[in-house]
């Protein structure tokens, strides 16, 4: 019987840098075996994966502080003591990055899993997560970034979103390219895509792929709990122990961060010839498969 063909593992050709992100802190980060690499373009359920791989690592424990465990390491504004918290930990890693796969330091040992979204809904969550945020979040973000002002704009979604899809994910960083290099990397053995919309329509089995795909087997006895401390409401309670500084970046703290969690709030607001136009723009930027896999969900298998 043949070896199977050594994959062609991605390989990084630039760097990425605007007001949030520094690419280069992956170039000398050291990965160990088993490493967990949680990617989304942003408000596409990073929080909510990072709870669920902690629950899987931590046997469904209380009081994670998923927080402090799981940094967002090519944040720029990364305390010098998170990576060092991440070298020093002892039980098995999980980070996440809100890079394309090409801006990334791709490694063998670790498992990565990155979650889709519907781009509209993603809009909408990055509005709450922007238009809520305080003065001294944009004041961070503005400080040391040597590029146009970081600025709140107007609190109206509607516009919001007309900026977000003519601008390609302004004032954040670039959509289209995001999902297309996640997506072309599905068939690689140690990638896991998995969509927003099959994790809320069914949690429990979405973290059984999710433990298959690590090879961390839940206790049957603990698996229950597991669940609960992964659905909305047990995370809407406990959201200083999930969100960002603790939710001190928005005005109401961890549990506005922690918003809704819902879809389609878009289409009493969008017209019919704006939801057309997205749909267009996605077949255009994705190709048919990626289009209708970030639309609706379901397996993203390579063809």
């Not at 429990?204 to 090879?215: M, Q």
Request: glycine content about 8%.
């Amino acid at each position: 019987m043949p070896e199977a063909a050594t994959p062609a593992w991605p390989v990084k050709t630039r760097e990425m840098h605007n007001s949030h992100m520094n690419s280069t802190a992956w170039n000398d980060f050291k990965f160990r075996e088993g490493d967990v690499v949680i990617a989304t373009y942003a408000k596409s359920g990073t929080t909510w994966m990072q709870q669920i791989v902690a629950q899987l690592i931590f046997g469904g424990a209380e009081g994670i502080d998923v927080h402090q465990l799981s940094p967002w390491v090519e944040l720029r504004l990364l305390p010098p003591d998170a990576k060092a918290g991440l070298e020093a930990q002892s039980h098995r890693r999980f980070m996440k990055t809100h890079l394309p796969v090409d801006a990334l330091v791709f490694s063998p040992r670790a498992k990565y899993i990155y979650i889709g979204r519907d781009g509209r809904d993603t809009a909408w969550s990055f509005f709450n997560h922007h238009f809520n945020a305080n003065d001294d979040y944009f004041k961070r973000y503005n400080a040391g970034f040597d590029g146009p002002p970081f600025e709140r704009g107007t609190g109206n979604v509607h516009e919001f979103y007309g900026d977000w899809m003519s601008r390609n994910g302004f004032p954040y960083w670039p959509f289209w390219e995001n999902v297309r290099s996640w997506w072309g990397i599905r068939h690689l053995p140690n990638a896991m895509l998995i969509h927003f919309n099959d994790m809320k329509t069914d949690l429990a089995g979405s973290i059984r792929r999710i433990a298959e795909f690590l090879d961390t087997p839940a206790d049957p006895a603990v698996f229950p709990k597991i669940v609960e401390h992964c659905s909305f409401d047990y995370m809407k309670a406990n959201a200083e122990q999930v969100t960002p500084r603790g939710g001190a970046s928005w005005n109401g703290g961890a549990k506005t961060f922690i918003n809704k969690g819902t879809n389609g709030r878009w289409r009493d607001v969008l017209t019919a010839d704006e939801i057309a136009a997205y749909d267009a723009k996605a077949l255009t930027e994705l190709g048919a498969d990626c289009a209708r896999w970030l639309a609706n969900g379901g397996q993203a298998t390579a063809r």
